[in-house]
DNA sequence: CCGAAATTTCAGTATTTTCTGAAATTTGAT
DNA sequence: ATCAAATTTCAGAAAATACTGAAATTTCGG
């Protein structure tokens, strides 16, 4: 590993554990976004000195989560893997693999738990709080929905739009009331 | 703890590790978030069986967050803790909390990353990924900072908007291509 | 400024998570 | 079908993290 991808593997090390995944999983997946070729296991646990069962592991979880994509290579039994280096490719992936595993089963849990009757007062509060982040929280997750099918040029073009959106928002807004009337 | 809340507590404590905060943290939120009043350490002790040490950290992990409010209830000297119960504002605090923690300290490494002069064939496919990477975090660093100062308002016409923002782009680039002709 | 009430710190323990190596299973070329 | 190469599983060891209770510190009413 020369230096420079050394640091940028340890750098992903460290920052998996303020995500959900844990070291060897940020570093195995830094280590193959990084690659100009697919790497097999093998070479995965030897440069990083893992064992073989724990990269397998690794491997499993980016799988998963649709990180890293399975390779083969012509007259070589071993699997190999790689990344999307597409960094759009990427942010959609995981955002909708999120969704999926964060806010689906929050939102089935507000759901239910707003169906139920209100025993007192403190519950009919605890409704009321839940009711705002069920509503927020369903909001987000069909806005990620639809913003996944706008493609990687139009979305950038979104962004970097950025807050001038709402100059835009106002202005049709003014055509619109302006037909009513 | 009636049912009710005890469930929303529960699933908060479960997903506190799918992010990067323990259970007790979470469960800690979950309660102070739904409670009708501010509440003060040793009932949060009390009511999860946590030991008041653990509560005083967990408080103080989530005051970092900035997630939960100190307040002061007169004639009392214990100090007492709610959390804005607007899921906006919740929302927004989050966002800024995690870009500074997670899109910052990424990008810097990335920056000296792409400072580097690479030296091999490997290092400069290694700077290319690297440079997908840092220019869509730092894309989306800005358009947080330009979404965090939108109203939730319109935030949230924005959001309802969807894909269909695509179309008043559209619009918009036709006018304007219109008007240099 | 005293002292009781409240909060925080921290060393040690408990629990959870990660990691390994050996064994079991799967795979595919012959 | 065979069998060696490759992958996976899993029980237990190692490491990391969370939690507690006791002691230290801070805070504020008097």
């Not at 009321?128 to 929905?145: A, P």
């Amino acid at each position: 590993m020369t230096p420079l991808v050394h640091s940028f593997v340890a750098h992903f090390g460290e920052m998996g554990s303020r995500w959900g995944i844990n070291r060897t999983v940020g570093q195995i997946y830094a280590l193959i976004f990084v690659s100009p070729k697919p790497l097999c296991a093998d070479e995965i646990a030897e440069t990083l000195s893992y064992s073989r069962s724990n990269v397998s592991m690794g491997l499993k979880e980016l799988q998963s989560w649709r990180l890293v994509k399975l390779r083969h290579v012509a007259g070589d039994r071993r699997e190999y893997f790689d990344a999307p280096s597409d960094a759009w490719e990427i942010f959609r992936t995981l955002a909708e693999e999120r969704r999926r595993r964060e806010m689906e089963p929050t939102l089935s849990m507000l759901r239910s738990a707003l169906l139920e009757t209100p025993s007192c007062e403190e519950d009919k509060v605890a409704q009321e709080r839940m009711k705002g982040m069920h509503d927020l929280i369903e909001l987000m997750s069909n806005w990620f929905d639809d913003v996944q099918r706008l493609d990687a040029q139009t979305l950038a073009k979104l962004m970097r739009m950025g807050a001038r959106v709402q100059k835009l928002l106002e202005l049709t807004g003014q055509l619109k009331s302006g037909s009513k009337e």
